[in-house]
Every structure is written in C-alpha cells, then in structure tokens.
C-alpha cells in the first residue's frame, strides 16, 4: 500500500489535496508513495517559524542546542533499521544507506561536539578580540555573531534524502534559526520518515522544524533579509531560485551546492606498479558505482597521462566488470538502480551527447544483466565509461553531467595540461590527485585549488585511513565556485555561522566587556576580596584581577634553569654570540623561565576550588627580559564557560607580564578548571 505524504506545518500535519504525485520504487516500479503540498500555507509556515521557533531556539544558548542535536542524533540511531529498509526503495544498497543514513545521523553528533567544545554557553558568539579604536584606550570595537530572526528554507536533492537534509538542518538548529526543509520528490518518502521521527521525539521545539511534501508553492515570496535559502542540486534550478525576484529584492542569504564536474587526477610520477595507481582505479570505480553514480561529489573526468591511459582503462574494466548490479537487497549486489526512470532517461541522453565527442570503452546504455530484479521494471543502468581522445579540444565533456554511473577517460601531456583540463570544469565540489611525488602534488594543488572546494590528496600513506573522494565531512568545507554554486556547507562552525549576522560593536572596553561577558584591554578589573584562585566558578566574576609583586631575574636563575631543564640555547649562555643576534641585547632570560617565574607570582598555592591548569593560548614573547631586570604579572579573568559536566566550569585568565619599565615582554590566556558549589 502506498504511502500518503503529509507536509508539516505550523504545528500540525496536513494530507496531500488532489493532485498528488506518485512517487515510484527505483527498484520494481511499483508506487511507494504520493505527494503534494497542496493545501498548505506557506505564509502560515513562515510566521510560524519566525514567532514560535526562532524565539525558542534563540531562548536557548549554545550548549543547550547542542545538547538538543545530540538527544536527536541517539534517538535516531535507535531507529535507524525502519529507515534502512525504506531507503531500498530509492535504489540504495546498504553500503549506500550507511552514507546517507548513518552519515547523517553522524553530522548531528558532530556539531552537538562542536557546539559544546566550540561555542560558549552563551546566546551570541564574540568574533576575535577586541579592536582598540582610540589613542587613550577608551574607546574601542568587537564583532559578535548572533542568529538571524528568520527561517532557513533548505531545499533538498534526491540522492541523499538523510545527509543532505541533516546536514543543513544540524549546524542551522546549533545557530538558533528555524528550519522548513522541503526533500525531492522522487525519494521524498524516505525524508518524510526521518521528519516524523524527529517530530515524534519532542525533542525539538515547537516551530523549530517544518516539512514541505511536493512543491514550494509560493513559499519564497514570503522571504525577508532574515531569512536564508539553502539549496542542493542542479545549476537550473538553482539559478531559478537565486533570481527569484524576492530573494534578488529582500537581499535574501543563498548558499547554493550544485552538481559539478569533478576530477581524478593520476599524477604523472604514478605507474602501473605503483600503490597509488591501484589506490586510482579502486577510487574510480567506488565513486562511479556508490549511490549508481548519483552523487555530487562523484568522478565524472578521468584525468591520466597519455602513456597510463591503455593500462587505466583496461584496469577500470577489469574492475567495473566484476560490480554485480540488481536489487540492492541481495547481500551480492554492489551497485543499484538509479532514482527512478526519468533519471535513467535523462543519464541515458548526457551520454548520448557525451558520445559525439568520445567513444565508449565499457558499458551499455541499453543493456544491463541484473540480479534479482527486471532490468525494464527496475531503473537500472550499467557503469559507463567513455574515453575522449582528444581531450583538449573537447567541450561537451566540460558542459555535460550524465548523474549516473558515468565517467569520460582524458588523457593529458604535461601536468600543465592536466591542470587545465581540470579547471574547464570551470568550478567543481571536489577533485583528487593521485601521486605519491611531493613536487607534482604541489604542482597539481597550486593549479587546482582556486577552482575547488576541496581537493582530496591520496597516497600509500593516507590510504588506509582516508575517507574517499566523494565523502563531505562536518569539519571540512563543502561547496566549491563557479558551476559547483559559489557556496560552503558544513566547514565546521562555518557552516554554522551562515546563519547568524556579524555585527560591529563601538564603546568603551567596559562597556563592550558588560556585553561580550568578556574583559578586554582598558576595561576595569578589581582586586578586592580573596584570591581569585580561592573564589568557586559561580563567584568568580569577568574582570577579577590579580597585581603581583616584582622578581627580579639574575643571571644566576638563568643559568640555573638552563642546567635544570637543559636548554643552554647560545642566547641564554654565551654573552657575546647573543649579542651578535639582533633580537637580544645580551644574555637573556628563557621564555619559560618567564612564564615559570610568572606563574609563582600568580599561583595561590594551598587547595582551593580552582582544579587544574589545563592549556596556554595565544602565547607570545614581545620583549627579551635581561639579568638584572624585574617582572610582576597582571592576572584577569577574562571569560568563563560551563563546562559539560556540573561540577566545574572553565576559566579563560588574560596573563600579562611586565618588566620594571611597564613593558610587556609576554602575553598569554591561561586555561583552569574551577570547581562549582557543591
């Protein structure tokens, strides 16, 4: 029986009217389920987001979001098997669920890490120090990020109705904005479990996450400069959506990644015998077949030397042979069905012009043995790899993009010439460079790397561990320029951060320090009461300030630390070659020898509620300290953050030292852990 898609919105679940659309098996044909969003309320959604869900998720800070993602991330796992078996239907083996699926599921986890190790247990975000703007130190500037009073409007592909969703969803949730994510139809099903899951759990706010089932409607002529669209697909449609007069009007945010035309690129170090040159054609294959090639991040250009590419196709053959095609529920398929028939027809007609330029060295586009399954019934299609011989002159293979198992082999002469083929992709996601030659590889970067999102650098040493081609990662950009959308997905908290506005600050250092809860130069500090180092986590305060009194350095400690510890460097040893350094005067004193001192003015020594020194930041040595001269130490808190268990919180202090003049010779954060009242 099939499934009737229900849109989500404005609290409440809302049938298809007439006119749904059948969605079918990509593997038998048979109707899974229909689809349409007529009768929702696009204007409803947009308020509903903008007056119940961004003002509960902007209620609540950093950490408490992240928490909230990772709640989601483990109750999805736990229901992950339902989501599996409705993921065979969109022509997915399990090796492809696992990407999609678990790779989803993963994205949550990463950014609730981020979130808690990252970000403050704070509402807003303070963006770099503080920028001193006037003579005296009164006057002063800081940028904070704080999260957009709007809605994000994430328009998904079809070939990855989990990861593409949950990898939009996670860091726009973590920046306090509300969602209305709207899935391709073809395998929209799939999304629609995944979003009554999360809506079933009540782990989200109300208002926090909306689902569109079929098409947008009128959806975007209710955007603001608030608001932000975040789209995944081909450059037709998005370039559809960035040209729709509301989002050109309201200035509306777009990130766009679209499909592109990605390299593999064999270096001309690589042989046959070569480990890289297996670890090539093993990649290859795996991009060509994994998803049956429907992946933006695929290999579309073979990229080889002229005298590699006999031994490259036949190697490539050899191994696409052996791929076993059918219904991805058979444990011995390794590759299934495309989305549905009108992508095979679509893949089928990219190649057809694809081959006015190139031959076809394996494959056939009308013949495909299957297991397990009908080949007409099914939408399947066999791996197709072409060869263009005359790969400079070539265009349609820079134009052209058959979304399915299907790669072009170019030959190229000279790493110069495989740099330019790469770059007629005139912008790709992804491009990877196979060659184990320090020289080429940089070559190959310099040249690639302004056309690229991300390039994938593989070798014998990397191999076993690295994650592929086509594999985006939360910690790493995802987007590329030109063709590929001129957009960034994910990038760790870059991904996060397109969803809130920088702002600039002007005041007084005190003033910005009441604001930020973070003290910077010029503001005031106070060194009344205990210790700091004697006050709990909730009484410390930003600003409390340790003044120590001076030591003096004599060339008697210098030496006696160089003994100790062993570091007899010339400049702290011998007069006369220190001398001759233009840095130093003479004989000077170790850095750590400074920070050592520095920390046995400041340190309060007997037991007390500050646990741990934990790590240094930003640490520098502006000016070298002499025998003879004395230092003191200014000691200030500078921020503080809870930390993830309840017991401590975190203490960034701002260390500065001065010499007998007021000079500073060094500065540094010191990190703690100080304990919470029982």
Same mark, same amino acid.
């Given at each position: 029986?099939?499934?009737?898609?229900?849109?989500?919105?404005?609290?409440?679940?809302?049938?298809?009217?007439?006119?749904?659309?059948?969605?079918?098996?990509?593997?038998?044909?048979?109707?899974?389920?229909?689809?349409?969003?007529?009768?929702?309320?696009?204007?409803?959604?947009?308020?509903?987001?903008?007056?119940?869900?961004?003002?509960?998720?902007?209620?609540?800070?950093?950490?408490?979001?992240?928490?909230?993602?990772?709640?989601?991330?483990?109750?999805?796992?736990?229901?992950?098997?339902?989501?599996?078996?409705?993921?065979?239907?969109?022509?997915?083996?399990?090796?492809?669920?696992?990407?999609?699926?678990?790779?989803?599921?993963?994205?949550?986890?990463?950014?609730?890490?981020?979130?808690?190790?990252?970000?403050?247990?704070?509402?807003?975000?303070?963006?770099?120090?503080?920028?001193?703007?006037?003579?005296?130190?009164?006057?002063?500037?800081?940028?904070?990020?704080?999260?957009?009073?709007?809605?994000?409007?994430?328009?998904?592909?079809?070939?990855?109705?989990?990861?593409?969703?949950?990898?939009?969803?996670?860091?726009?949730?973590?920046?306090?904005?509300?969602?209305?994510?709207?899935?391709?139809?073809?395998?929209?099903?799939?999304?629609?479990?995944?979003?009554?899951?999360?809506?079933?759990?009540?782990?989200?706010?109300?208002?926090?996450?909306?689902?569109?089932?079929?098409?947008?409607?009128?959806?975007?002529?209710?955007?603001?400069?608030?608001?932000?669209?975040?789209?995944?697909?081909?450059?037709?449609?998005?370039?559809?959506?960035?040209?729709?007069?509301?989002?050109?009007?309201?200035?509306?945010?777009?990130?766009?990644?679209?499909?592109?035309?990605?390299?593999?690129?064999?270096?001309?170090?690589?042989?046959?015998?070569?480990?890289?040159?297996?670890?090539?054609?093993?990649?290859?294959?795996?991009?060509?077949?994994?998803?049956?090639?429907?992946?933006?991040?695929?290999?579309?250009?073979?990229?080889?030397?002229?005298?590699?590419?006999?031994?490259?196709?036949?190697?490539?053959?050899?191994?696409?042979?052996?791929?076993?095609?059918?219904?991805?529920?058979?444990?011995?398929?390794?590759?299934?069905?495309?989305?549905?028939?009108?992508?095979?027809?679509?893949?089928?007609?990219?190649?057809?012009?694809?081959?006015?330029?190139?031959?076809?060295?394996?494959?056939?586009?009308?013949?495909?043995?299957? /297991? =397990?399954? +009908? %080949?007409? &019934?099914? @939408?399947?299609?066999?791996?197709?790899? $072409?060869?263009?011989?005359?790969?400079?002159?070539?265009?349609?293979?820079?134009?052209?993009?058959?979304?399915?198992?299907?790669?072009?082999?170019?030959?190229?002469?000279?790493?110069?010439?495989?740099?330019?083929?790469?770059?007629?992709?005139?912008?790709?996601?992804?491009?990877?460079?196979?060659?184990?030659?320090?020289?080429?590889?940089?070559?190959?970067?310099?040249?690639?790397?302004?056309?690229?999102?991300?390039?994938?650098? /593989? =070798?014998? +040493? %990397?191999? &076993?561990? @690295?994650?592929?081609?086509?594999?985006? $990662?939360?910690?790493?950009?995802?987007?590329?320029?030109?063709?590929?959308?001129?957009?960034?997905?994910?990038?760790?908290?870059?991904?996060?951060?397109?969803?809130?506005?920088?702002?600039?600050?002007?005041?007084?250092?005190?003033?910005?320090?009441?604001?930020?809860?973070?003290?910077?130069?010029?503001?005031?500090?106070?060194?009344?009461?205990?210790?700091?180092?004697?006050?709990?986590?909730?009484?410390?305060?930003?600003?409390?300030?340790?003044?120590?009194?001076?030591?003096?350095?004599?060339?008697?400690?210098?030496?006696?630390?160089?003994?100790?510890?062993?570091?007899?460097?010339?400049?702290?040893?011998?007069?006369?070659?220190?001398?001759?350094?233009?840095?130093?005067?003479?004989?000077?004193?170790?850095?750590?020898?400074?920070?050592?001192?520095?920390?046995?003015?400041?340190?309060?020594?007997?037991?007390?509620?500050?646990?741990?020194?934990?790590?240094?930041?930003?640490?520098?040595?502006?000016?070298?300290?002499?025998?003879?001269?004395?230092?003191?130490?200014?000691?200030?808190?500078?921020?503080?953050?809870?930390?993830?268990?309840?017991?401590?919180?975190?203490?960034?202090?701002?260390?500065?030292?001065?010499?007998?003049?007021?000079?500073?010779?060094?500065?540094?954060?010191?990190?703690?852990?100080?304990?919470?009242?029982?």
């Amino acid at each position: 029986m099939a499934l009737t898609l229900q849109s989500y919105a404005a609290g409440r679940w809302i049938a298809p009217g007439s006119g749904a659309v059948e969605i079918t098996s990509a593997v038998d044909g048979h109707v899974v389920a229909l689809a349409s969003s007529e009768g929702v309320d696009f204007g409803a959604m947009v308020k509903h987001a903008r007056q119940v869900g961004g003002p509960a998720l902007r209620a609540m800070n950093f950490h408490q979001r992240a928490e909230m993602l990772k709640r989601l991330a483990v109750y999805l796992t736990e229901r992950k098997p339902a989501l599996y078996e409705l993921s065979y239907e969109t022509g997915a083996t399990k090796r492809d669920s696992w990407i999609d699926i678990d790779g989803g599921i993963g994205t949550l986890f990463a950014y609730a890490s981020r979130g808690r190790k990252e970000l403050p247990s704070e509402r807003f975000v303070l963006d770099g120090a503080f920028e001193p703007l006037s003579k005296s130190g009164s006057f002063a500037g800081a940028h904070i990020l704080t999260p957009l009073h709007g809605v994000a409007v994430h328009v998904n592909a079809f070939n990855f109705p989990c990861w593409g969703m949950l990898e939009k969803l996670a860091p726009t949730l973590l920046a306090g904005v509300p969602v209305i994510t709207k899935p391709a139809t073809a395998t929209a099903y799939l999304a629609h479990a995944m979003v009554a899951m999360i809506i079933g759990s009540g782990i989200l706010p109300p208002g926090a996450l909306q689902f569109v089932a079929g098409s947008t409607g009128d959806l975007l002529e209710h955007l603001t400069g608030q608001d932000v669209v975040s789209f995944t697909g081909s450059a037709t449609t998005s370039g559809k959506l960035r040209d729709h007069p509301t989002i050109s009007r309201n200035a509306v945010r777009f990130i766009a990644e679209r499909d592109s035309l990605n390299a593999a690129i064999l270096g001309s170090d690589v042989t046959p015998e070569s480990p890289e040159f297996d670890l090539f054609i093993k990649e290859v294959a795996r991009e060509m077949t994994a998803k049956a090639g429907q992946k933006c991040t695929a290999i579309r250009r073979v990229i080889v030397p002229r005298e590699r590419l006999e031994a490259v196709r036949d190697a490539l053959a050899a191994r696409l042979g052996k791929v076993a095609i059918g219904n991805p529920r058979n444990e011995a398929v390794g590759m299934g069905p495309l989305a549905s028939q009108s992508q095979r027809r679509d893949v089928r007609e990219s190649i057809s012009r694809l081959a006015m330029e190139s031959e076809i060295v394996f494959g056939d586009t009308e013949n495909c043995a299957v /297991v =397990d399954a +009908d %080949s007409e &019934k099914g @939408a399947f299609l066999s791996p197709v790899l $072409l060869h263009c011989a005359n790969s400079i002159r070539a265009q349609r293979v820079n134009e052209v993009e058959a979304f399915g198992p299907v790669s072009t082999l170019l030959p190229y002469d000279g790493l110069e010439q495989a740099i330019e083929l790469a770059q007629r992709g005139e912008g790709s996601l992804v491009a990877s460079a196979f060659s184990y030659d320090p020289k080429v590889t940089e070559e190959l970067v310099m040249g690639l790397a302004p056309f690229h999102g991300r390039l994938y650098l /593989v =070798d014998r +040493d %990397s191999a &076993k561990e @690295a994650t592929g081609h086509g594999s985006p $990662l939360p910690a790493l950009v995802h987007g590329g320029p030109g063709r590929a959308g001129g957009g960034e997905e994910m990038g760790g908290l870059r991904g996060v951060f397109h969803y809130m506005q920088r702002t600039a600050l002007q005041g007084s250092p005190a003033k910005l320090t009441a604001l930020t809860k973070t003290w910077g130069t010029g503001a005031p500090t106070s060194t009344e009461g205990p210790h700091p180092f004697r006050k709990n986590f909730d009484e410390i305060q930003v600003g409390d300030t340790v003044e120590t009194p001076a030591r003096t350095i004599s060339i008697e400690d210098i030496e006696h630390f160089a003994n100790f510890t062993g570091d007899k460097f010339y400049a702290h040893m011998d007069e006369e070659a220190a001398k001759a350094n233009p840095f130093f005067p003479g004989r000077v004193a170790h850095g750590y020898l400074i920070l050592s001192f520095a920390a046995g003015l400041f340190v309060d020594p007997a037991p007390g509620p500050l646990l741990a020194n934990y790590g240094l930041e930003r640490l520098r040595f502006l000016k070298p300290v002499s025998p003879g001269d004395s230092i003191r130490v200014r000691l200030t808190v500078k921020s503080k953050r809870s930390a993830r268990l309840p017991d401590y919180g975190e203490v960034r202090w701002d260390a500065e030292v001065f010499n007998q003049d007021g000079d500073t010779v060094a500065q540094y954060d010191v990190l703690t852990m100080s304990a919470r009242p029982a």
